[in-house]
């Protein structure tokens, strides 16, 4: 039996919204309301990793053009900074 292929930021974020619903809407156990917090905690880690893997080919793909340094990933604090 084949593994599930991992899901996408997409499907991550809407998954999210789920539970973020579920949790907002009060119709939980206190023990379902952890199970689905559990739930929510493991996506946003995920979510996170694919932003920090999609970051860092941002900053490969902008270092083999330029050829010469890698330009990290302007964040909102980066731009307001300077």
Known sequence: MADAPEPGFDQILARLREVVGRLESGDLSLEQSLQVY????????????LLATAEKRVEI???????VEVVPFATTTDTTER
């Open 38 to 49: 559990e739930e929510g905690v493991k996506l946003a880690r995920s979510g996170q990793q």
């Open 61 to 67: 793909l902008v270092s083999s053009a330029s050829g």
